[in-house]
């Protein structure tokens, strides 16, 4: 508020922080407010933002404009931070844009879609702007990982599912990225309740770090199917 005060609302550290914002509000389950909160200012966050903050704010409000029925909107937005990060010579965004885009085909089982998206995955991964970046390949890394659990889910693959988990949990762990770390946790449980093995620490876990952090939207973002064993459990409420 202070920086709209000052700068206005579409004022370069506004925006930046409309971006951030947003992507909180979509994990305190506001989408409503994700919606409000970007309206005729995503063209001034890719202006002016870095790419973390531009690629938080696309996905927000992609996120939000599928949960208002607007998928076609969805992923219009996420081609555009796919086109963004291609113009800028940026392979971050465009990843992250294939991620979100295989999370939400896999949800609704579309095997195609998520075959097609990772074969543009594997060449944005193998763009040579990652090489000898640093940090930036560990996280491109767990995300890329991410989107492959993801087409191995929407095959319904889960022995392939829990292999990429199990690739990407310690790099999580090392990166101390709290969020992707509860998602690969989730994911591990369904994989395995799949497959008919015990699980229940580990989800138990996974639900507990949620609540600490506030994730309410985590558990129907990974899964549907989490979010209704969370409820059957009476662990669900917060986190739904």
């Known amino acids: 508020a202070r920086a709209e005060e000052k700068t206005g609302r579409r004022g370069p550290i506004a925006v930046m922080l409309a971006a951030v914002l947003a992507a909180v509000l979509w994990e305190r389950n506001g989408h409503d407010e ?3 909160l970007l309206a005729n ?3 001034a966050v890719e202006r ?9 704010g ?3 409000a992609a996120r939000a404009a599928a949960a208002q029925g607007q998928e076609g909107r969805a992923f219009d937005l996420l081609e555009h931070l796919f086109a963004l990060g291609e113009a800028r010579h940026l392979p971050r965004p465009c990843i992250a844009s294939l991620a979100e885009q295989m999370r939400i085909h896999a949800l609704r089982a579309r095997e195609d879609a998520c075959a097609a998206l990772l074969g543009r995955l594997d060449e944005a991964c193998a763009a040579p702007q990652l090489r000898d970046q640093g940090l930036p390949q560990p996280l491109v890394g767990l995300q890329s990982g991410l989107a492959r659990t993801y087409a191995s889910l929407a095959r319904q693959d889960w022995q ?3 292999g990429h988990l199990q690739a990407i949990h310690a790099v999580a762990e090392r990166l101390r990225r709290g969020r992707d770390l509860i998602q690969i946790q989730l994911l591990e449980a369904l994989a395995l309740t799949r497959l008919g093995k015990e699980n229940e620490a580990l989800f138990a876990e996974a639900l507990g770090m949620a609540k600490t952090l506030g994730l ?5 973002d990974t899964h549907p199917d989490l979010a209704a064993r969370a409820e059957r459990t009476g662990g669900g409420r917060a986190v739904e």
Do not use: K, Q, S
Request: charged share 20%; no cysteine.
């Open 48 to 56: 002016h933002a870095p790419p973390d903050a531009i690629v938080l």
């Open 160 to 162: 392939a599912m829990l």
């Open 58 to 60: 696309y996905v927000a």
């Open 34 to 36: 994700v919606a409000a």
């Open 41 to 43: 200012r995503l063209d």
């Open 216 to 220: 309410e939207r985590i558990l129907v």
